[in-house]
């Protein structure tokens, strides 16, 4: 092996060892999430679910031309995510 590629494999070896030192002591730095749970739902999603309730109630007058069973349909559903979404319980704690 000639010198020169001597020199540049123990450069190699002490940039490496080097990085590998600092690696290890950032190891303490490390983030860790305390809720590895469900993430909840906002207060701006279930106002927003909140408004398209609304919007389709107005949807509902007779002079509406929605059908009505698609509107019950519509209105199942959004209750159904409202209730699957905690939103009742959110707007309690708030």
């Known amino acids: 092996m000639k010198v020169g590629n001597l020199v540049i494999l123990?450069?190699?070896?002490?940039?490496?060892?080097?990085?590998?030192?600092?690696?290890?002591?950032?190891?303490?730095?490390r983030i860790t999430f305390a809720d590895k749970g469900v993430p909840?739902?906002?207060?701006?999603?279930?106002?927003?679910?909140?408004?398209?309730?609304a919007e389709l109630e107005e949807r509902r007058m007779?002079?509406?031309?929605?059908?009505?069973?698609?509107?019950?349909?519509?209105?199942?559903?959004?209750?159904?995510k409202w209730q699957t979404l905690g939103c009742e319980f959110l707007l309690e704690q708030g």
């Open 10 to 29: 123990v450069l190699l070896a002490l940039l490496a060892h080097g990085e590998w030192q600092e690696w290890r002591g950032n190891l303490d730095d």
């Open 62 to 80: 007779p002079a509406s031309s929605m059908p009505q069973q698609e509107a019950e349909s519509l209105q199942r559903y959004l209750a159904g």
């Open 40 to 53: 909840s739902v906002s207060l701006w999603q279930c106002g927003l679910l909140r408004q398209q309730m």
